[in-house]
């Protein structure tokens, strides 16, 4: 009997010996590990925010004893959603701007200018959103009324795309433009020989240059706010598309003192200053911030027809567009680049601009390379340049909102090279896979609308019926894939996130439903539940209980 005993007590032991310790174990849910082979599991757990094991909960529970089991009652699990490419300090600084989005009017513009001034009364109003393709005439803007309203203030009014801004007359004087100002890489509108007040690209980037900075209170003000709005949609990473090195410096002291949890992709302005504080020493990598990418500019944007395109516009026989960057300036960037080991990311709207950027980049890479240089946005690609994106292993990185906002009125920009615009489908098959963003604050923030363009093509309206172009639409996986592991994957960070595997990190969103299998007319209506970032809940839905 004794030997029983101790026989019995001895199994006791090694059993508990067996069972490994544990943060988490989620349970009883649907939960997509986005590997290699899209496997869905019930359980997940995981211990100082990295990942243990995913696979039926029943046997995790035999092999992990967990501090906290928490059951997710057949809730939907995802890794982070990640934003490829979006502008998210300026985002931050958006939210104290008049919003301008959806205007569907000069005159709506005015009257939320009015209600802005109200609140806001300082010296400058800063605006932004405004698209005249959305107006009844379609046209751009004059400044008139602008200054007769405010005659003693500075207004600046950013274009959706930030390619544009209208600006009233104590601006243009303030910058030193006038009717004969000649502008490298932009452009002052003019109507019957006088300033309409708006400037293009780079004469825009200037009047931006004039608007005061942000105190310091008021720049973590602005980060923190535009991180607690993406945790709400369940982004736990984004792509800062173009920094300088004093804003990346402060993404890094946030995150250092734990003010700041969103995982940062920040891609480096060009210059001097810049590139001696990051690029000297190579590729800087935290645990939350990694800067190894400079951001160029090659064109202008389709909307305010600054896109560079090989044949002038459609509905402007005169206009081709604007270089922003020409190809040697982009040669002498991606020189240096190279030599310090870092990626070049470069916007391309245009089939002009495209195709310099491919053209400049084959300079530089051999086939089949992994430097992943990638070209933002690859809008529009002339179909004898396409090949190169894959012979050359350049990425595109796309934003799929860009064509449910644009497809009402970039044929008429484009005419028949319309076929040749928003291939998503036909870049992905280039490389075998694709990142995708929004943009934002030119886009909505929210990754849920960006899976629905990928894959239905179809605004928020419904429109068109049929979709649009829907030869070049993803399917539900690519689209998952493209913001979650593809995404990681164009910042060199596969391997530590975007997909739920042992030894990654614990960056996951919590859904009441799959996007996977739901009804199209459901996809929008989905709700995140709860965002994680390295196991910690970030923040949750007042309906969801956490533990």
């Not at 310790?21 to 359980?43: P, Q, R």
């Not at 802005?116 to 393709?133: E, L, T």
């Not at 430097?371 to 190169?388: K, S």
Request: with cysteine.
């Amino acid at each position: 009997m004794k030997l029983v005993l101790s026989v019995l007590i001895l199994m006791l032991m090694m059993m508990q010996c067996t069972v490994k310790e544990a943060d988490v174990l989620l349970k009883n849910g649907l939960i997509y590990t986005v590997d290699s082979a899209f496997t869905t599991v019930t359980g997940m757990v995981y211990r100082n925010g990295i990942i243990l094991e995913t696979g039926k909960w029943e046997e995790l529970l035999e092999k992990y004893h967990p501090r906290i089991e928490f059951d997710l009652n057949g809730k939907c699990v995802y890794p982070g959603f990640i934003d490829a490419h979006s502008h998210f300090y300026g985002y931050g600084t958006f939210l104290a701007m008049a919003d301008l989005t959806g205007a569907s009017s000069f005159d709506e513009v005015i009257l939320r200018l009015k209600r802005h001034a109200k609140i806001y009364p300082g010296q400058w109003i800063v605006g932004r959103g405004w698209d005249q393709n959305h107006w009844p005439d379609k046209k751009f803007p004059v400044n008139t009324e602008l200054d007769r309203l405010f005659p003693d203030k500075f207004v600046v009014l950013i274009r959706v795309d930030g390619h544009a801004v209208l600006v009233n007359s104590p601006v243009m004087h303030l910058a030193g433009f006038n009717a004969t100002t000649a502008i490298s890489g932009g452009e002052i509108l003019t109507e019957n020989g006088k300033v309409t007040g708006v400037v293009l690209d780079k004469g825009a980037d200037r009047i931006r240059e004039l608007i005061p900075e942000l105190t310091a209170i008021e720049k973590r003000s602005a980060i923190l706010k535009a991180q607690e709005n993406c945790f709400k949609v369940g982004l736990t990473s984004v792509c800062e598309a173009g920094a300088d090195g004093s804003l990346i410096s402060l993404f890094d002291e946030m995150h250092r003192k734990g003010e700041l949890k969103m995982r940062i992709y920040a891609m480096l302005n060009p210059g001097e200053a810049n590139e001696e504080q990051y690029m000297q020493h190579g590729p800087y990598i935290t645990d939350f911030l990694t800067v190894r990418s400079l951001k160029l500019y090659a064109d202008g944007a389709l909307g305010s027809r600054g896109a560079a395109l090989l044949e002038p516009y459609s509905d402007d026989p005169e206009n081709s567009g604007i270089i922003v960057t020409n190809a040697d300036a982009m040669r002498a960037v991606c020189a240096r680049a190279l030599t310090a080991g870092f990626q070049v990311n470069t916007h391309a709207i245009g089939d002009a601009a495209n195709r310099q950027v491919l053209n400049v980049y084959r300079e530089f890479l051999s086939e089949k390379n992994d430097l992943r240089w990638r070209i933002e946005h690859a809008q529009t690609i002339h179909p004898d340049d396409l090949p190169l994106f894959g012979k050359y292993a350049i990425i595109p990185s796309i934003q799929t909102t860009h064509c449910t906002s644009d497809m009402e009125w970039a044929g008429s920009r484009l005419g028949q090279r319309i076929e040749n615009a928003y291939i998503y489908k036909e870049l992905l098959q280039q490389n075998g896979w694709i990142p995708n963003g929004t943009d934002f604050p030119i886009e909505d923030i929210d990754p849920l609308k960006t899976f629905y363009s990928a894959v239905f093509r179809r605004n928020l309206a419904g429109w068109p019926a049929a979709g649009f172009q829907m030869e070049n639409a993803l399917t539900r996986e690519e689209a998952l894939r493209s913001v979650t592991i593809w995404a990681a994957k164009a910042g060199f960070d596969e391997s530590r996130k975007g997909s739920l595997e042992p030894g990654k990190v614990a960056d996951f969103v919590i859904l009441n439903q799959d996007i996977l299998s739901v009804d199209e007319s459901a996809v929008l209506k989905t709700k995140v539940l709860a965002t994680f970032v390295n196991g910690d809940l970030m923040i949750k839905n007042s309906s969801f209980h956490w533990k």
